[in-house]
């Protein structure tokens, strides 16, 4: 698994990332995806950017994931925006971290093959998302994670 923080203020250790990915893969709830993981934290101007270039739409969101390919050996790529979870939660630092991290499951789960286009896969997306919260909270898992201050 490989990790970047590309957010000039936001304070994450890689190795607790790593552990939150194992924990998840170990879990026996969802098929791991498959191949080598890249998971990359952005600011909400990069994340607008991707998002523009790759979905046509310059407004900053929460996850993007783009799928990898098993037979070259990756899994996929997850971009996260920080900004975007610390603006979810109003700037509360208690729920920042596990926020950002469900954004990271998100992205996870939608490379283990959930898909939330339709009603009845959002919904059965938001069960599994739910599951690895809890399974992540239950093993101490969840990434310490900060913003500073400018």
């Known amino acids: ?14 190795a607790e990332v790593r552990r939150l990915i194992h924990t998840l893969d170990g879990s026996a709830l969802f098929a791991p995806p498959v191949g080598e993981l890249s998971i990359v934290v952005l600011d909400e101007h990069r994340m607008a950017a991707l998002h523009g270039r790759f979905l046509d739409d310059p407004t900053e969101t929460d996850v993007i994931t783009f799928e990898g390919d098993p037979h070259l050996g990756l899994a996929g790529e997850i971009f996260v925006c920080a900004d975007v979870a610390s603006s979810y939660v109003d700037g509360d630092r208690e729920r920042f971290p596990a926020e950002l991290c469900l954004y990271i499951v998100h992205g996870y789960l939608h490379l283990a093959g959930f898909d939330d286009t339709s009603p009845p896969l959002r919904r059965a997306m938001r069960a599994a998302e739910k599951r690895a919260m809890t399974a992540l909270a239950s093993a101490h898992a969840i990434p310490t994670a900060s913003l500073t201050s400018i």
């Open 1 to 14: 698994m490989a990790f970047r923080n590309l957010h000039p203020r936001l304070r994450i250790r890689p």
